[in-house]
């Protein structure tokens, strides 16, 4: 793990996992060729902090262990796809392939005879294996919809990396160039199509599947595939935070919005306790107390990291708020709940043990530790995926630190070696005026979102037409409605899904009338 | 100029301007040398008699010179966009740029704050320079729209080549990999984007407007860009001859039904030719008395080159059967006029004359002189751009000569060096089941055909949807409605175009008001 330090503000950090590279301006050449040697590339650049996307948490102490019925292993079949790696070129490269995954459960589908459908989740930056025990939506609708299932894992992830190991793929700025989601989509065109013509489903519609960043995937693919996928399901999917769509501090005001909603105080003691971080850790031997008081696993160096632990908690509560834990709440009560007389430190020391749990020591890495989807979505966000999330100065209970283009790119160029294109997915996917776009274009899809995600301030919160959909729920967190459903789930999360269903059943209905009427 | 023959049966040959290069088994290696060592790759393959595609005829002996608005000289404003070599993907060689030239007329704009449209021109296979004096729709209607007139050229043509010239940049696989469509059509996101930024006009919708395989691009674009068009114009675009949509023997069934309409005599003579050609040549001194009779410039090597010449008339003849001439009546006028007693040859070689006019001696290598318009195309043809046009065993004048796939593959991959990809059109773009797929999904695209153009057998010739349309013509020919209207024009045609032009008024109704609503 590397710690590499930019400066006190911008900080080049892993993003999924939040595994941090904090560039120390004094060392930073010297850790760069480390980092370029050992190949790590767990990092991508940030303000101050920049939170992940990904339909779980990290952090799994709230999170009650369901088995999704896709877990039943004997029902899952796993093939590769022989995928080329360049759909785009005619170049000598362009026809390397290699092996992509899929994993199919034909356990309920009503067969190519009945056109019946096929599900498809659209991996994202993960490898599949992660997916399968908690994507619930195909599983749990398979019978009702006497569904095929199909799970197709994202290339650069899980066991589908070219070049023969994630090192290989990682290597240099030729073997990373391929890994975007404009090929991955391309991908999952390619591997949709052999699979209905393996099973000679032809007539099958494709309902596309995804969360998070897999949840824009759906609904792109939906757009540039729509004689691939009949429908989408984009659940959390930000499409509309590129660019200068979306404000840039929206994601850090609906995490301050569900800290002040659940608890004024709680807010309130958040909002004070940066400056005392500050005002502590300027006194002499103040790094030392504020190590002994967080009961930190190493002595911190600077109370940056500190707090950059800390607004991971935050963020990460308030996007995975997942009933019936509710950690946001958990959280906030320790907070508030601390015996009479304790000072903000204490307070916010308390919640940091209720939220991570009890522990011998606190690992203010927990959030950056490197893994591959750490180094892949690093990546991502370094070329393609330029998601300009900063704080605001208003409407927050956090510093304010505002994304700053020019300095990422530049960070990201000395990683990487190349230019992001920050303008890239808009010019391609589009996203501006998108009601004005899609009211008379595109059909059939539904961008879900629960209200409290702090990622719905880039999503798509209204209905752009009859069948473009916004399915919303008030008291929602990040992709509730495609993880397994749990008999414990809320009546709002169950009538979401109950209302998704709905509208997929009127789009192959309308299809299978289609089928009857043009061919 | 260099004749390669490949068989009997199959010639690598020039596709827009027929440019032959016959591979003779015999010295096919030789040649194949000299041919990658002078980089003129002007070649595609092809069964029998490959058809050429451009809105515009090669022969000009028929074609009345008009000058369209847009060759206005004064009115036209020439600039190069820093463009980028490779959209999709993150390598090195993806930053590399060219300068992409694109043209403006904004005589007749009304303006960014008027959100007054913008009417783009699609570039085909061919230089800017050619299509700017021939393409009237822009123009001729930007007075009543008051739109802008954008013409974008396409890369690889033109003055739009990377790496400073055809030759450097048809110099190998590496370079000539990046020459596709789908590159193209990024570079028209691109440039548009580009144009609207810099003239402040978000909010004015584009129409983009193409012919023939620019057609394709065009509803291509509305499908894949809908943020940044708002509707397609797409004039006689074969977006269904790829795969197994159209039937192989869709083209020369349309050229033989144009014939026999016009004069069922003259469709006799020509369907009895071949044969009388065969026995002729198969005498002693044959090919000297077919030469002779056909008084062709150079002593004829095979009868092979004399019927592929006729077949290119016949072809050019039917797809730009254009008014006021209709050159297809003037040939077969000519055949069937023919002195009492004149012999098939003889009828055959009269509407050669007819049609090509007369000339000291006829080169039948016409059709195929090497042009940088034929180059590309070529190489178009060969990678992504598969077309799988024969000649059918009925409903045709001509001997049957199918399509054979494998063979192409192979002959495309000797030249070129890479394997042609045949189902990438229609996994990128789609096509198959097109009113399944688009009935309910996109809108705004008029797909306009002549029904006596041989490629309307691969055209849109039923609309999709309310908004996605099927202009056709009984009579019409190839992209006779983008051309310059003319004061001879017949009434069908000029009915043809504002029966095109309401429905683009609607469109652009339909957006001013959405404007109002949704922003």
Not at 55 to 73: A, I, V, Y
Not at 233 to 261: M, R
Not at 357 to 380: I, V
Not at 482 to 504: C, F, G, H, N, Y
């Amino acid at each position: 793990m590397y710690a590499i330090k930019v400066d006190k503000v911008y900080v080049i950090k892993g993003y999924l996992y939040r595994g941090i590279i904090l560039m120390d301006s004094l060392r930073s050449f010297q850790m760069l060729s480390l980092f370029f040697l050992v190949f790590t590339f767990s990092a991508s650049v940030s303000a101050f902090n920049m939170p992940r996307l990904g339909t779980q948490r990290r952090t799994t102490q709230h999170e009650p262990q369901t088995k999704s019925s896709t877990s039943n292993l004997e029902d899952l079949k796993t093939y590769y796809y022989t995928q080329t790696l360049d759909h785009f070129n005619y170049r000598p490269d362009s026809y390397t392939t290699f092996k992509q995954r899929y994993v199919i459960n034909s356990k309920y589908w009503g067969g190519a005879n009945a056109s019946a459908p096929i599900f498809a989740y659209l991996g994202a930056e993960e490898s599949l294996d992660d997916d399968l025990p908690i994507i619930g939506f195909l599983s749990d609708n398979a019978p009702r919809f006497k569904a095929l299932q199909v799970y197709i894992e994202h290339r650069y992830y899980g066991k589908s990396v070219p070049f023969g190991s994630m090192k290989a793929a990682m290597k240099n700025e030729s073997t990373r160039g391929y890994f975007n989601s404009v090929q991955a989509i391309a991908d999952y065109a390619a591997v949709l199509l052999h699979v209905k013509k393996k099973l000679s489903a032809e007539n099958s519609p494709v309902i596309v599947i995804g969360g998070s960043y897999g949840g824009m995937l759906a609904s792109w693919f939906r757009l540039k595939y729509p004689h691939i996928a009949l429908g989408a399901v984009a659940s959390s999917a930000p499409i509309l935070y590129f660019d200068t769509i979306a404000p840039q501090a929206g994601y850090y005001s609906v995490v301050t919005k569900d800290f002040k909603e659940t608890s004024e105080s709680c807010y309130e003691t958040i909002r004070k306790s940066w400056a005392e971080i500050d005002r502590v850790a300027s006194n002499p031997h103040g790094l030392e107390a504020l190590s002994k008081r967080f009961n930190t696993c190493n002595r911190l160096n600077r109370s940056f990291d500190l707090k950059d632990y800390l607004d991971s908690i935050y963020s990460d509560a308030a996007q995975y708020n997942h009933p019936p834990t509710y950690p946001l709440s958990v959280l906030c009560s320790a907070i508030d709940g601390a015996s009479v007389g304790t000072d903000t430190l204490g307070r916010i020391y308390a919640g940091v043990v209720a939220y991570m749990g009890n522990h011998t020591c606190y690992d203010m890495n927990e959030f950056n530790r490197p893994t591959k989807t750490l180094d892949g979505w690093s990546w991502q966000t370094c070329s393609e995926m330029v998601m300009p999330i900063g704080h605001g100065s208003k409407d927050s209970m956090f510093p304010p630190a505002p994304f700053n283009l020019n300095k990422f790119i530049n960070e990201c160029k000395s990683l990487y070696g190349v230019m992001p294109q920050p303008h890239w997915v808009t010019t391609y996917y589009g996203g501006q005026d998108l009601k004005l776009t899609l009211h008379r274009f595109g059909s059939n899809i539904i961008f879900s979102n629960g209200l409290r995600d702090p990622y719905s301030s880039g999503g798509v919160l209204e209905n752009i037409s009859e069948s473009i959909l916004a399915v919303t729920t008030v008291n929602g967190s990040h992709c509730l409605d495609i993880l397994v459903a749990k008999p414990s789930d809320p009546q709002w999360l169950v009538m979401q899904r109950k209302t998704e269903v709905k509208i997929i059943e009127k789009w192959i209905a309308n299809y299978h009338n289609d089928l009857l009427e043009f061919k």
